[in-house]
């Protein structure tokens, strides 16, 4: 049987480093980079529009009702802005670390949310779906042993079907025979041409 692997959330320490490295590369427009003959498949972009348009908005009205809020609230104004911060540099590590698609690998990735890997061999077919998972990152499915998901979100909008089924390493959790790999990604036809092409 053929193995793959997932990588669970890391450290705090290594998350503040993945969030403030993505938001830099992101600022700065520099290339994701990437090994020859990996192709990067993007995901997420509707989430980082939702959370980028919030931050902006917050950012500009933030200013004007710091003044009106009486001073019992100004902790909880402080810790939403700390939040509305962190949830920018999330959206923009999703930027930064794309699914990927070698010759002898898919690598399903969420940032630092965790990634799930498996041999590009061993994917038999791509189709589009559009389902609710609940979880964020690498997961299991609820009522379906022989399935996993890495997803930002809940949403997923791409099912691999998987022959033979790969055993995974789930991080010290154990091994799991897998058939189905459920994910999102902004072009379901992009993974689905990538995939059928030859490795």
């Not at 320490?13 to 700065?28: H, P």
């Not at 940032?111 to 589009?128: H, K, N, Q, T």
């Amino acid at each position: 049987m053929s193995e793959g692997y997932v990588k669970r959330r890391p450290s705090g320490t290594r998350i503040a480093g993945i969030l403030l490295e993505s938001l830099a590369g992101w600022i700065t427009r520099r290339p994701v980079s990437g090994a020859p003959g990996v192709v990067p498949l993007p995901h997420s972009s509707e989430l980082r529009l939702v959370v980028i348009v919030l931050a902006v908005v917050e950012i500009v009205t933030a200013f004007l009702v710091s003044g009106m809020i009486p001073p019992g609230f100004k902790a909880v104004h402080a810790l939403f802005e700390t939040l509305l911060v962190l949830a920018a540099l999330g959206a923009a590590a999703t930027a930064r670390h794309p699914h990927l698609v070698s010759s002898s690998e898919l690598i399903l990735r969420t940032g630092f949310l965790g990634e799930l890997a498996v041999p590009r061999d061993s994917v038999r077919s791509v189709s589009p779906v559009l389902q609710t998972i609940k979880g964020r990152g690498p997961r299991a499915v609820a009522g379906d042993p022989d399935a996993m998901v890495c997803s930002v979100t809940s949403t997923v909008n791409v099912r691999v079907d998987l022959d033979p089924p790969v055993d995974i390493d789930l991080a010290g959790a154990g091994k799991r025979a897998v058939r189905r790999i459920y994910l999102s990604t902004d072009s379901p036809d992009a993974v689905r041409g990538v995939l059928r092409g030859n490795g």
